[in-house]
């Protein structure tokens, strides 16, 4: 059974530093996208990073325009894990933040309706 389960969410200053996890099973991890979203209360999921799957022993990352420069994805196959490493944070980033499956390729896009297999999610807050 393909299954994702996100954690590492907390309260957090402004400035601040979060990495969230994204394990993962019942499946290869690097034969598919994993794609990173999030949900703001009042607000559509939107996409927020992903990692492709491995092609030609390289993996892609994009990232939207509001996290460039501050958050990182990656992936540690052995551990079956993506992360989101989150620097820099602000009140703006506050939100559910979700992983999910996508598909093979070297382009992984950020729309939520490529992707499946979403977690439960995990709650980042972002304030004084």
């Known amino acids: 059974q393909v299954q994702v389960v996100e954690s590492g969410g907390a309260l957090v200053q402004p400035g601040g530093s979060l990495r969230l996890s994204c394990a993962a099973s019942g499946f290869t991890l690097d034969s598919t996208a994993i794609g990173w979203f999030r949900q703001a209360p009042g607000k559509e999921r939107e996409g927020v990073s992903c990692i492709s799957s491995r092609e030609r022993g390289a993996y892609y990352t994009y990232y939207a325009d509001p996290v460039r420069g501050r958050f990182t994805i990656s992936r540690d196959n052995a551990k079956n894990t993506v992360y989101l490493q989150m620097n820099s944070l602000k009140p703006e980033d506050t939100a559910v933040y979700y992983c999910?499956?996508?598909?093979?390729?070297?382009?992984?896009?950020?729309?939520?309706?490529?992707?499946?297999?979403w977690g439960q999610g995990t709650q980042v807050t972002v304030s004084l």
């Open positions: 999910a499956t996508g598909h093979p390729g070297r382009f992984c896009g950020l729309g939520p309706g490529s992707y499946a297999n």
